[in-house]
Every structure is written in structure tokens, then in C-alpha cells.
């Protein structure tokens, strides 16, 4: 089993999109994927996904009223472990128990964890289960800075940093430049997904933008990641045959 943590620091990067997106892509690689949504206190992964939010879920599993097993459904090719939305199942979960619901996902081939953000125990939990992390960052100073604390403590637990995944990228002369963020981050640039409206849309129907809108930039820089992360070629879709013409024409 290969589990990685996807963090941020700061909320509302898109770990959530991000964790989502990866796994359908990396199911569509060929590869057993679980995805569980680690963020105990605001859990939403099941939104991304079109899952059933009800029990049981993980919260169930942390109060001790369901197994396992019974709280993971499947939704896109991948295996989901999501979290209740109810303030009453919060109340009830016992976040001590995380740590061995982790350690009872060993028999899928690739864990995905989506993180909360802050630097809170499930953070401190989810990253010291996994072998790996998963930086997402908006190219943005407030999310650098809440980045390189998460990769601080990432080092501090002896998890392996992957690198980071660049969100919600628009190309404007404010923005951070990747040499800059993997300089400060002391990690590479993984891949760099940009803004793209399709995300919400697809949020909506709960169906993730590698399936939703699959030729968008967005949906390919994320099957890219995939393919990067799993040592398979990316094959980047074919283009129409008018965009084609269009680029002949261009070279003529
Ligand atoms: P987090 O899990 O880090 O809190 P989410 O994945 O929930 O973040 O994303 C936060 C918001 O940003 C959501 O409304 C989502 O639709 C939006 N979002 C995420 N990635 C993109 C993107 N590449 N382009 C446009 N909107 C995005
Ligand atoms: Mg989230």
C-alpha cells in the first residue's frame, strides 16, 4: 500500500478537488484507489464524489458503531471512506481512533487522504500514517507561508515530501512563480492546475472534472499528475480535427 496525505495548510486550496480528481485518475490508470476524507470537522469529499454522506461513515467508525468496511462505498472506480456532514456524527467520533482506522486501509493499493487544513491532530495523524504528502498551494503568499509550515512538520514525522500541485493557477503577474514556491518549499512543482470554472460546475453533479470536462487544461494537468505519480506515460487527448486544420494552416 502506498498512502498519501494531501495537505495544504490553508483551507480552500482544493485538497478536496485535488484528492478527488487524482484518485478517479489514477483509477482510470488501472489501480486500486481508496480515497478517505480525513477532514473530520468540515468533511465534504462526498459532494465531490456523489456519494451518500449518510451512515455509515467514517464518523460512525470512529464512534465505534460501524466497521469498516461498511462505511466504504464506491463512486467513479474508486473506493471513498467519506466523512458524515451531521454536527450530531461529529460529536459523536472519536478522533483518537483515527489513527487505527488508518492502519486498517493496508489492503488497498493506494490511500489517498484528504487532509483539513491546519496543523490540528488529524493533520498531525493523517501526514504520520502516510508514507507521503501531497502539498496543494495556491500561487499566493498566505498560502506559501501556511504551505512551508505543513511541509516543516511533514519533515518533522518522517514523511516524504512528493512535492506540490499548484491550484487555481490564472497566469497573472501577482502570483507567485513555481521557481519561487519550490524554492521556498525546498520541493518540486508537481503540476500547476489552473483556475477553471468547469470545477464548481462539476462539484455540482458530483462528478469530478477528469470525468465531467476530461479534455479541460485543468482535468489534464490533474490526469498528468497521475500518471506522473504512478510512473505511467501521459498521453495528452487528440485534438479535434478543426484545431488541427487550424494549426496546419498556422505552419503553412
Ligand atoms: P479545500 O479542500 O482545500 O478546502 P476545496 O477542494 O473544497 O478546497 O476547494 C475550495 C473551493 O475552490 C471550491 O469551491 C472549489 O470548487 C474551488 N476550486 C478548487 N480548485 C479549483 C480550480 N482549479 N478552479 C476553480 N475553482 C476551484
Ligand atoms: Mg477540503
Not at 233 to 239: D, F, H, M, N, S
Amino acid at each position: 500500500m502506498v498512502s498519501i496525505a494531501v495537505c495544504s495548510g490553508k483551507g480552500g486550496t482544493g485538497k478536496t478537488t485535488v484528492t478527488a480528481n487524482l484518485a478517479v485518475a489514477m483509477a482510470q490508470y488501472g489501480r486500486d484507489v481508496l480515497v478517505v476524507d480525513a477532514d473530520i470537522e468540515m468533511a465534504n469529499l462526498c459532494f465531490h464524489l456523489g456519494v451518500d454522506g449518510s451512515s455509515p461513515t467514517l464518523h460512525d467508525v470512529l464512534a465505534g458503531k460501524a466497521e469498516l468496511a461498511e462505511a466504504v462505498r464506491e463512486a467513479h472506480g474508486v473506493k471513498v471512506l467519506p466523512g458524515a456532514i451531521s454536527l450530531k456524527a461529529l460529536k459523536r467520533a472519536d478522533p483518537e481512533r483515527l489513527e487505527e482506522v488508518f492502519s486498517a486501509l493496508e489492503k488497498h493499493e493506494i490511500v489517498l487522504i484528504d487532509a483539513p487544513a491546519g496543523l490540528g491532530r488529524p493533520v498531525l495523524t493523517a501526514l504520520s500514517v502516510s508514507e507521503a504528502a501531497l502539498l496543494v498551494v495556491n500561487p499566493e503568499i498566505s498560502s506559501l507561508s501556511d504551505a512551508l509550515k505543513t511541509r516543516v512538520v511533514a519533515g518533522k514525522l518522517d514523511t516524504k515530501v512528493l512535492g506540490a500541485v499548484i491550484n487555481r493557477w490564472r497566469g497573472t503577474a501577482e502570483e507567485i512563480p513555481n521557481r519561487d514556491i519550490e524554492n521556498v518549499l525546498e520541493a518540486k512543482v508537481l503540476a500547476t492546475i489552473p483556475e477553471d470554472t468547469n470545477v464548481r460546475a462539476s462539484c455540482s453533479y458530483g462528478v469530478p472534472l477528469v470525468l465531467y470536462k476530461p479534455d479541460s487544461p485543468a482535468a489534464q494537468a490533474v490526469k498528468k499528475l497521475a500518471a506522473d505519480l504512478l510512473g505511467e506515460e501521459y498521453r495528452p487527448p487528440k485534438k479535434s480535427l478543426r484545431e488541427r486544420l487550424k494549426n496546419l494552416l498556422v505552419r503553412l
